[in-house]
């Protein structure tokens, strides 16, 4: 069996191969596929998105399709970035801009609380999918600490294990992150994803 992660991210993708690694199919992501069409991330929700994306690339390539759509909430925005994390600063925005917005976001205020959500979506080429979610609870610092990771990765730091999502190896991020956590739903549940 081919399964197709449906993302672009390369700091997503490493995660998601890495922790699909003991599944017994074949993993590609979009970069093995030559130009396709792109879907708009128009939902409101991760699960729209997440459905979307996995749902528009199985039709597409005719093959089982994994997406995931996350983003971080933080508490004293009122729940942005969220559905708009990869966007946060600009249609085009790189990480360190996004990162730098949100530090001016939060310059002086105390309620640093927020957290990370993932959905994963995995759907075959007639629509049907199933959905798993994950969530990881932290503060934002004040400033970038650590190299690893991606994203919001410098500005996530995790209490119990006293570092930042960038301070960790990608192992001790997916042992808590939203993302380890929806995959390993999944993974638990892997023979009904293959009875279909
Ligand atoms: P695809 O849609 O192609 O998968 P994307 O980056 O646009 O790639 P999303 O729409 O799901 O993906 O946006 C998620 C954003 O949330 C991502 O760009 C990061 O900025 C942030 N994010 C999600 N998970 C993260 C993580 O584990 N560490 C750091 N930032 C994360």
């Known amino acids: 069996i081919i399964l197709v992660i449906a993302t672009r991210n390369r700091g997503k993708s490493r995660e998601i191969k890495a922790l699909l690694k003991d599944f017994p199919v074949e993993i590609r992501d979009l970069n093995d596929f030559g130009p396709i069409p792109e879907v708009e991330e128009d939902g409101k929700t991760f699960e729209e998105n997440a459905y979307k994306k996995a ?23 009122g729940g942005r970035p969220g559905v708009m994390s990869a966007r946060f600063a600009g249609p085009n925005a790189t990480d ?21 959500c993932c959905v ?3 759907a075959v ?27 919001y990765d410098p500005l996530f730091y995790y209490p119990p294990l006293g570092k930042t999502f960038a ?24 023979d009904k994803v293959l009875v279909w």
């Open 125 to 151: 080429p007639t629509g049907f999918a199933l959905t798993y979610e994950g969530v990881c609870e932290g503060e934002i610092v004040t400033e970038p600490r650590g190299r690893n990771g991606f994203g």
């Open 55 to 77: 749902s528009f690339t199985a039709r597409i390539l005719g093959l089982p399709a994994l997406a995931d759509d996350s983003g971080l909430e933080v508490e004293a925005l």
């Open 167 to 190: 301070e960790m190896t990608m192992e001790e991020k997916s042992a808590v992150s939203h993302r380890g956590k929806a995959l390993r739903e999944l993974r638990d549940e892997f």
């Open 96 to 116: 360190e801009e996004n990162n730098a917005k949100l530090l001016r976001e939060l310059e002086g205020v105390e309620n640093r609380r927020a957290r990370f």
């Open 120 to 122: 994963i979506s995995i």
